[in-house]
């Protein structure tokens, strides 16, 4: 297994829209197998592959709580079959836009299918702080942030935020 590198806004990796997968073998699972390890050691909810700079449609999902049993998942050429009417709000938080939140409105529950694992079809409900990561998630397969999701003027602020934390990181180098 191996720590990969994650890529920050505004790499471009992150604005393209990701290649389905075409095969779910060995290779494939190795990957995803690092994926999870990647996102656990960061330590994140949720990774998706052109965040680790591969543009294809696969992403992990760990929504457990810290006083619950790991729960890791794996999402390839997941889609979104159906959105609740319903929204809520959500702060979140990005490991490619690292140390800044922002709250962003999404449907309440999302219904998504997928390819798992083992390359069986699934499908599953996801409501709550799930619903919110998948779609995070997804978002990052279509080249979109939570950033993109919030106003120009958040958006602007947010990342005069981040400059000034790179900068105040490299200066204390
Ligand atoms: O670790 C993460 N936490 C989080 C919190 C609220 C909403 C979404 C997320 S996903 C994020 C990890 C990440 O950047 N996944 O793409
Ligand atoms: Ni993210």
Known sequence: MAILKI?????????????????VNDDLRKVLDDMLETMYEAPGVGLAAPQVGLSQRMVVIDAARDDEEPAPMYLINPEIIWRSEETEICEEGCLSVPEQNAEVERPASVRVRYTDYHGQAREILAEGFLAVVVQHELDHLDGILYIDRISKLKKSMLVKKLEKLRKNRSDAK
């Not at 890529?7 to 997968?21: F, G, I, R, S, T």
Request: no cysteine.
């Open 7 to 23: 890529y920050e806004y505004p790499h471009p990796v992150l604005k393209k829209k990701a290649e389905p997968v075409a095969e």
